[in-house]
């Protein structure tokens, strides 16, 4: 039975928005962490002389409430994970009324939960992200990786300390299923009968449903992305880095959207619930895609075959690229 909209506000990471100690360590356990690990990730790679026993009460507590789920029992080397469900719950709670009672509204929220469960989502909140955040061409920090870590009072080590949580992951998933909304759209009327790339939002969700695992959808799906396409907008998008009119591009977000091929098989219905969350107040507007699109058109920009691997990576960044 689908659910209601009643229904999911009470289980809801709005709710740890007004506690930046639940926040900080539900989205520290977002990625799959022991214990040490997530000290490790809390205090910058700190694991003595900080103070732990709150983040182990918070742990405890957000087990108790069910925003944290143990995945493994091996005494010190407990695996934990954060339940994705209450962030299903804020993408629900932000769709119309009239989402609940479509036919097929029970699929679109199983794929949901695929997607979001997946290590590929989760990979967002690992130390890599955290220590090294996305950035945009100007180096500037993008948004939800912003301003995160505080230093302690005795200035000895820096913190993870997260406010506006729910904006923070709204912002990021904006951007997700704006980005991809887009590059589905280009692959399924430039690439569909080269690629065999099937058009049907409702036939990709239920092959993500039936092998119930987002990593091996994706690579059941690999061999149907357009590179040349990917390619091409990313040669674009290093083009119109330089155009401060255009928006801001969050570059290692693309590299993750291209490399895998996400970006060309995140379901329409999906990537449209995305597109209803906010982003964050006062951040860079995000790179309009109208602009790539008149510049696929327009042919006035340079092929670089080597632009997802360097330049979306940040390796080609300097003086010259900015």
């Known amino acids: 039975m689908t659910t209601l909209p009643h229904s999911i506000q009470g289980f809801n990471i709005t709710h740890l928005d007004k506690d930046w100690k639940l926040a900080t360590v539900y989205a520290a356990y977002l990625s799959p962490k022991t214990p040490q690990q997530a000290l490790k990730l809390i205090y910058h790679g700190a694991t003595t002389g900080v103070s732990e026993n709150w983040v182990i009460n918070t742990r405890r507590k957000l087990n108790e409430m069910g925003y944290i789920i143990k995945v493994t029992d091996e005494n010190s080397n407990t695996l934990y994970k954060s339940d994705i469900e209450p962030l299903v719950n804020l993408i629900l709670s932000h769709q119309k009324d009239q989402f609940f009672k479509e036919n097929g509204a029970d699929k679109i929220i199983k794929s949901l939960y695929i997607f979001l469960n997946s290590q590929w989502f989760r990979d967002f909140f690992k130390e890599e992200y955290f220590y090294s955040p996305i950035r945009h061409s100007d180096m500037t920090v993008y948004g939800p990786y912003a301003n995160l870590y505080i230093k302690t009072p005795s200035g000895l080590n ?58 091996l959808f994706i690579k059941h799906n690999k061999m149907n992305v357009p590179s040349n396409l990917l390619i091409q907008i990313c040669s674009i998008i290093k083009f119109l880095a330089k155009k401060e009119y255009c928006g801001k591009a969050p570059l290692q977000l693309f590299q993750k959207l291209f490399q895998s091929g996400v970006c060309c098989f995140i379901p329409t219905n999906i990537s449209l619930m995305f597109r209803l969350m906010p982003r964050l107040p006062d951040t860079p507007e995000f790179l309009d895609f109208g602009f790539i699109r008149k510049m696929m058109h327009s042919q006035s920009y340079k092929i670089d075959p080597k632009c997802i691997t360097h330049y979306l990576s940040g390796a080609q960044l300097g003086k010259d690229n900015l």
Request: glycine letters at 6%; a negative charge.
């Open 158 to 215: 820096q913190k993870l300390e997260i406010t506006n949580l729910s904006q923070r992951l709204s912002h990021l998933l904006y951007d997700i299923g704006y980005y991809s909304h887009n590059i589905r759209w280009d692959t399924i009327s430039r690439f569909r009968e080269d690629h065999n790339i099937d058009e049907s939002d409702m036939k990709l969700g239920e092959e993500m449903i039936l092998l119930g695992d987002f990593e």
